[in-house]
C-alpha cells in the first residue's frame, strides 16, 4: 500500500526559473540530465547559489571542465553549479613554482601561464580542458603516475567552501582529514575556490620520446617493467581486437625530461608559439573536419584495420627517438577537435580498472578476452602505470590501468551493462579498483567491495560533518552511495 | 528513491494528470508496465491510491500518488517542478483530466460551463504551459492531451464541452507547431465513447471500448508519435464526416 506523503501533496514555495534548465550531458555522450545550471564568477555568487538551494530543496552538483566520461558532475533536476567561469591566477611565484588559482583555470590556462618561467604541471591529464577543480575532486593522474603520484600529492592547500557558506581551509597540517578526502572526494564534502599548487621545473620545452611496438600483452609489461626506473612518462596503446598470440598488442611511448643545457634554445621552447601543433594533418585533412574522416572507421571491422595500420607503423617506427613539446606528447587529442563525434550520437562510456601489479598482466588478459568473447571489443585502451598515496578515496595503486573507450548505441547498453558486471567480477578478483572520472556502470555493492566498509564510513562521517544536510549530490553519488 | 538514474539503463518519466478512474488510471497501469515512472495525479486520493498500488503489482515501473486539483493553478509550476524532481526527469505528460456535467437541452448553466472550461481546458493550458517550456530547452519530449470527439464540432448537447474541448484541439495544435521543430512531439486523442462513468452523462452510446483498450492505443500513438489520433481508430471517419457536413445541415440534425 502506498501512503500519501502530505509533503508530496501541496508545491514546495521556491520555483527555480525555467531558463536556467539545461540538458547537461556526460562528457562521453551516451547520457544527459536536466540541470538548473548556474555560472557564478564570484565566492559571493557561490554563497547565493547554496542559499537558493536551501529554499528551493534542491541539491548542488558541482561542475569543472565537464570531462568526466559518465554523471560525476551531473545533477538531474537539481541544481548544478558550474565553475568554469572563476578562472582568475590568485598568485604566481615563479622563483619557488608555487601557484594559486581559482577552481575554474583549466590545465590549458595553467601550462600556458607557466612554461615560459620554465615550468610545468606537475601532473596533467589527456586533455587540457579539465579545470584545477575538476581535476582535484577526482585526484587525477598523468602518464607518470607510478613517478609523481596523482595531482593531489602536488597541491599544497586549498579553501573548501561547505554548503553552508563557511570556508576552510585544508593542508596537510591543517584539516589533514578533510583534505584527504576532498581531493578525490568528487565534489561530495565543498566546493574548491582557490587551490594552492607546486610546479615542476623543466629547463626545455621538448620532451625526449622513445616509441615501441610490444607484440603482445607480456611484452607491454616486459617494456614498462624495464623502463619505470629510468623514464619520466610511459604510456601504452593496447590493440584491443588483436586475438591469440597477439593479444595485447600495441604501441608505447615513453619519454623523458631533458636536463639542463641539453636542449640549446630553451627560451624558443618554452614559448607559447613554439608549443602549437599545425592546423592540419598530414598536411592535408583539416584538424576541425578529422572526425568527419575517423567516423566509418568507429565499428569492429574500422576499427581492427585501423588497428592493424597503426600496429604495423608503429611496429616499423620502433625504436625511435625524437624531441616532441609536452603540449604535442601530452595533448594530442585536443589538436583533433570533435573527435568524440565520430563515435556517433549513441556517445562514448570509459571503463578503467586499476589491478595490482602483481594480478595486472593475468587479469587484463582476461578483461580483453572478455570483451571480445562479447562482441564490444574497445575501440581506443590506453595503458598507463601507477602507485598507491594516502587519500581516503583513491584510485591508486602499485599497479597499472587500462582505460577503454567503449562505443555506445542504444542496442548495445544491454551488453554493455552484461560485460560491465563481467569485467567488474575481474577486477574485484584481481583486487583492483574503480575510477569514478570514467564511470558510468559501477553499482553500490562494487564500490563497497573495492573501498571497504571502514573507509565508506569514514567518508560518510566527513560528509556529515561538511554537509550535514547533503546539500551536495550527483547523479554518480545517488546512484553509488545512496 | 525515484530519482536514481544509471547512464545505459535509462529509465522514462511520466506525469499523467487525472489518474483516479477511467482512462488516466488505464494509461498509469499501462505506462507502469511498460516500465515507466509515473506520477499519478488526481483529487480523490484513496483511488488514487488504489490505482498506484494495483499498477504498481509486479510491474517494472512505478506509480506515484499526488493529489491535486488541476484548478489551484498557481500551485502548479512549483509542483511541476517538484514532481519533476523527485522522479528524477520527465519524457512524457498526458493531460487526461476531465469533466463532463449533464446539461439539459434549453439549460444555460455558467456555474457548470465554468467547471468544464476550468478543468478541460484552463488545467490543461495550466500543465502543459510547463511541460512546453521544459521540453523545449530539454530538445525532446512528448505531450500528450487527451480531447474528445466532441470537440469536432459544436453540438446540441453539450456546448461547452464541446467548446472546452475545440478550444483544447487548437490549444493543443498551436504548441504542436510550436514545438515540432525543437523535436517535442504533441499528440491530440480524441476518443470516442469509452466505457467509464462519464458515459453515464452519455444518451445514446455504441462503438464502446474499454478504458484498458483506449489506454494500450494511446501508448501506441506515444510509440509511433502520431499527431492526432481517433480512439478506436473507426472514428476516424465520423470525424471526417462531422467536419464535412455543412453547416446548414448539420444545424437540422438532433445530435
Ligand atoms: C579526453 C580525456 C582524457 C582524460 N585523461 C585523463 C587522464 O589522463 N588522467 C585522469 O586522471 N583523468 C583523465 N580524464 C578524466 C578527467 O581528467 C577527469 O574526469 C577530471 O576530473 C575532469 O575535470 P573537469 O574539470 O572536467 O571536472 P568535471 O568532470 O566537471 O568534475 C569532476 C569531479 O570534480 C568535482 N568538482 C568539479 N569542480 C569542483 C570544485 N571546484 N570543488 C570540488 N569538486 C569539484 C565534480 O563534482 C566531479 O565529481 C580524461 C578525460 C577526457 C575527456
Ligand atoms: N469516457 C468517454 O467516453 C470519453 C469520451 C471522450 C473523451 N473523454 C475524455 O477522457 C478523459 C478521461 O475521462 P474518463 O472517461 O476516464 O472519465 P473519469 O473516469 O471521470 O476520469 C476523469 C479524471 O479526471 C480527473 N479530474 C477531474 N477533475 C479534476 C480536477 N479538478 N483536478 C484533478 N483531476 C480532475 C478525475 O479525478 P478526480 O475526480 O479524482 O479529481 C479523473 O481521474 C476526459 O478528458 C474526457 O473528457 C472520455
Do not use: Q
Given at each position: 500500500m502506498i501512503q500519501i506523503d502530505e509533503r508530496r501533496t501541496r508545491g514546495k514555495t521556491a520555483v527555480l526559473p525555467p531558463d536556467k534548465l539545461e540538458r547537461v550531458w556526460a562528457w562521453g555522450g551516451a547520457s544527459s540530465g536536466m540541470c538548473y545550471v548556474y555560472r557564478p564568477t564570484t565566492t559571493e555568487g557561490l554563497q547565493r547559489v547554496f542559499e537558493l538551494a536551501r529554499q528551493s530543496g534542491r541539491s548542488v552538483g558541482l561542475k569543472g571542465g565537464?570531462?568526466?566520461?559518465?554523471?560525476?558532475?551531473m545533477n538531474s533536476e537539481n541544481i548544478v553549479l558550474d565553475?568554469?567561469?572563476?578562472?582568475?591566477?590568485?598568485d604566481w611565484n615563479p622563483e619557488t613554482g608555487v601557484i594559486q588559482v581559482e577552481p575554474g583555470v583549466t590545465i590549458e590556462k595553467l601550462w600556458q601561464y607557466i612554461l615560459g618561467d620554465g615550468w610545468w604541471p606537475p601532473v596533467v591529464t589527456g586533455?587540457?580542458?579539465?579545470?584545477i577543480g575538476g581535476c582535484a575532486g577526482m585526484n587525477v593522474h598523468g602518464k607518470n603516475g607510478w613517478q609523481a603520484g596523482p595531482i593531489g600529492e602536488h597541491i599544497l592547500a586549498f579553501d573548501l567552501m561547505l554548503p553552508s557558506g563557511e570556508i576552510v581551509t585544508c593542508s596537510r597540517s591543517e584539516n589533514s582529514d578533510v583534505f584527504h578526502a576532498a581531493i578525490g572526494g568528487f565534489g561530495m564534502l565543498?566546493?574548491?575556490?582557490s587551490l594552492t599548487l607546486q610546479m615542476k621545473r623543466v629547463y626545455s620545452g621538448y620532451l625526449a620520446v622513445e616509441t615501441a611496438a610490444p607484440a603482445n600483452l607480456r611484452e607491454m609489461f616486459e617494456l614498462f617493467h624495464a623502463h619505470v626506473d629510468h623514464t619520466n612518462y610511459i604510456v601504452g596503446w593496447i590493440d584491443a581486437i588483436a586475438k591469440g598470440?597477439?593479444?595485447?598488442r600495441g604501441d608505447a611511448h615513453l619519454a623523458y625530461y631533458l636536463p639542463p643545457?641539453?636542449?640549446?634554445n630553451p627560451q624558443l621552447s618554452l614559448s607559447l608559439e613554439h608549443q602549437q601543433i599545425p592546423d592540419t594533418i598530414f598536411g592535408l585533412i583539416p584538424k576541425s573536419a578529422m572526425w568527419m574522416f575517423m567516423r566509418p572507421f568507429m565499428n569492429n571491422v574500422g576499427t581492427s584495420l585501423i588497428n592493424t595500420a597503426k600496429y604495423v607503423a608503429g611496429r616499423v617506427g620502433s625504436g625511435k627517438r625524437y624531441w616532441q613539446t609536452h603540449a604535442a606528447f601530452h595533448f594530442?587529442?585536443?589538436?583533433?577537435?570533435?573527435?568524440?563525434?565520430?563515435?556517433?550520437?549513441g556517445g562514448l562510456i570509459q571503463y578503467q580498472p586499476f589491478i595490482p601489479k602483481e594480478n595486472a598482466q593475468e587479469a587484463f588478459g582476461d578483461i580483453l578476452r572478455t570483451c571480445q568473447k562479447h562482441g564490444l571489443p574497445n575501440y581506443l585502451s590506453v595503458f598507463k602505470r601507477h602507485r598507491p598515496d594516502d587519500?581516503?578515496?583513491?584510485?591508486?595503486?602499485d599497479g597499472f590501468s587500462l582505460a577503454m573507450d567503449f562505443l555506445i548505441t542504444d542496442g548495445r547498453k544491454p551488453e554493455m551493462v552484461r560485460l560491465a558486471r563481467e569485467l567488474d567480477a575481474i577486477v574485484l578478483a584481481a583486487n583492483g579498483r574503480f575510477y569514478f572520472a570514467k564511470d558510468s556502470t559501477l553499482r553500490p555493492e562494487v564500490v563497497q567491495a573495492y573501498l571497504g566498509t571502514e573507509t565508506i564510513q569514514r567518508f560518510m562521517a566527513l560528509k556529515q560533518r561538511c554537509d550535514p544536510k547533503e546539500v551536495l549530490q550527483t547523479d554518480l553519488w545517488r546512484r553509488l552511495f545512496r | 528513491m525515484f530519482n536514481r538514474k544509471r547512464p545505459l539503463e535509462p529509465q522514462p518519466r511520466a506525469i499523467v494528470i487525472g489518474?483516479?478512474?477511467?482512462i488516466g488510471a488505464a494509461l498509469t497501469r499501462k505506462l507502469v508496465t511498460e516500465g515507466y515512472i509515473v506520477a499519478a495525479l488526481a483529487r480523490r486520493a484513496r483511488q488514487l491510491q488504489d490505482v498506484c498500488a494495483a499498477a504498481n503489482k509486479n510491474a517494472a515501473g512505478r506509480a506515484i500518488p499526488y493529489v491535486h486539483?488541476?484548478?489551484?493553478?498557481?500551485t502548479i509550476p512549483a509542483l511541476f517542478q517538484q514532481i519533476t524532481q523527485e522522479i528524477g526527469g520527465l519524457d512524457v505528460i498526458a493531460y487526461v483530466a476531465g469533466v463532463q456535467l449533464p446539461v439539459g437541452l434549453h439549460e444555460y448553466n455558467f456555474a457548470k460551463d465554468e467547471a468544464m472550461v476550468k478543468v478541460n481546458m484552463l488545467g490543461a493550458i495550466a500543465w502543459l504551459n510547463e511541460a512546453a517550456q521544459r521540453f523545449e530547452r530539454a530538445g525532446t519530449g512528448h505531450i500528450i492531451g487527451v480531447s474528445?470527439?466532441?470537440?469536432d464540432r459544436g453540438r446540441i448537447g453539450s456546448p461547452v464541452y464541446n467548446a472546452s474541448k475545440a478550444g483544447l484541439n487548437t490549444y493543443l495544435e498551436a504548441l504542436r507547431n510550436r514545438l515540432t521543430r525543437q523535436g517535442v512531439t504533441v499528440t491530440t486523442i480524441k476518443p470516442g465513447?469509452?466505457?467509464?462513468?462519464?458515459?453515464?452523462?452519455?444518451?445514446k452510446t455504441f462503438w464502446v471500448i474499454s478504458p484498458d483498450e483506449a489506454a494500450a492505443q494511446i501508448y501506441r500513438a506515444l510509440r509511433w508519435r502520431l499527431q492526432t489520433v481517433y480512439?478506436?481508430?473507426?472514428w476516424t471517419l465520423v470525424g471526417l464526416a462531422l467536419h464535412h457536413i455543412p453547416s446548414f445541415l448539420f444545424r437540422r440534425l438532433s445530435f
Open positions: 565537464g570531462n568526466s566520461y559518465g554523471d560525476a558532475f565553475l568554469a567561469r572563476m578562472t582568475r591566477i590568485l586533455t587540457m580542458k579539465t579545470t565543498g566546493c574548491f575556490i598470440d597477439a593479444l595485447g643545457g641539453a636542449d640549446p594530442l587529442l585536443d589538436y583533433i577537435p570533435n573527435w568524440k563525434r565520430s563515435y556517433g550520437p587519500f581516503l578515496l583513491t584510485h591508486g595503486l | 489518474a483516479s478512474s477511467g486539483d488541476v484548478t489551484a493553478y498557481e474528445s470527439i466532441a470537440g465513447f469509452v466505457d467509464t462513468v462519464m458515459l453515464e452523462n452519455a444518451p480512439v478506436p481508430l473507426r
